[in-house]
């Protein structure tokens, strides 16, 4: 397989605080790896640091691969201000804004893409309607649009399904799996059961990181929550699989 990039021993945080320390990852081609861990532990700044956005303190993040176009970014809903005048379209071609620069229009064939891509993903009817008048569904549709318009070949994900319904989020992890087939995923999320059912390994981050290659959470994953967790499976009734555990 592949290799991508790779995260050699790194120690990052913000002003001189470490928030992680001494981490190693390698990410390769067709990955779909799911990053868990407890609140403040470090999951945004890990991402970050793979993004090239926070400088490490120490180690390296060595790409293998053109950093044009190597990523495409799904953040939080909840950093976007929804009363930002802009239409769905706009939000779409905005994916492209790395490679265009801010004040560079947008080409026929750009514009081809963003509506093809909202066909494909049920947005077309709503190319026109502003941004903020979608629900948290329909608008994380959009964001992803937004997120592979420029063919990346990583596409990471943050807390994605936080504000949707569960009929949404199924479908978006439906669609994630296709999209893995042709690129590599990155995904922080919350819901460890639903995480489970979908990624293909599991990274847990609680100021160090732990990495196998298994979709399954280990004992020594499980410790850094330090705190007691609860496992909720969605299969067709929603029931709690780990309640208490030692740790
Ligand atoms: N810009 C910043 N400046 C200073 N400290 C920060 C900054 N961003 C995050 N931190 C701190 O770094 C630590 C890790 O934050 P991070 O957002 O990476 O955690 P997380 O695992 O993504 O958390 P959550 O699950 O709550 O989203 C926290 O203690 C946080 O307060």
Do not use: W
């Not at 939080?76 to 994916?95: A, K, M, T, W, Y």
């Not at 981050?205 to 994953?221: A, G, K, P, T």
């Amino acid at each position: 397989m592949t290799t991508i990039l790779e995260l050699k021993n790194i120690t990052a945080g913000y002003e001189t605080v470490p928030v992680l320390k001494n981490v190693n990852l390698k990410v390769e081609e067709q990955d779909f790896i799911g990053i868990i861990g407890p609140n403040g532990g470090g999951k945004t700044t890990l991402l970050k640091v793979i993004l090239g956005l926070l400088k490490p303190f120490s180690g390296e993040v060595e790409y293998y691969a053109p950093l044009q176009n190597l990523f495409g970014y799904l953040p939080q809903n909840s950093h976007f201000d929804q009363r930002f005048p802009i239409d769905v379209r706009e939000v779409v071609l905005s994916g492209l804004l790395s490679e265009k620069g801010l004040f560079k229009t947008y080409g026929r064939e750009d514009k081809k893409k963003a509506e093809e891509l909202l066909e494909k993903y049920g947005m077309k009817e709503y190319i026109k309607m502003p941004i903020g008048e979608l629900s948290g569904g329909q608008m994380q549709r959009v964001f992803l649009c937004r997120a592979i318009i420029s063919s990346p070949r990583v596409l990471i994900l943050d807390e994605p399904t936080t504000y949707v319904d569960s009929n949404f989020e199924k479908e978006f992890y439906t669609i994630l799996k296709e999209l893995n087939k042709s690129l590599c995923i990155i995904m922080v999320s919350h819901d460890l059961g639903t995480i489970c059912s979908y990624v293909k390994t599991i990274a847990c981050v609680n100021r160090e990181l732990h990495y196998h290659h298994s979709n399954l959470i280990s004992s020594e994953q499980l410790k850094l929550y330090n705190c007691p967790i609860e496992l909720i499976t969605h299969g067709q009734i929603p029931h709690r699989v780990l309640t208490e555990h030692p740790e």
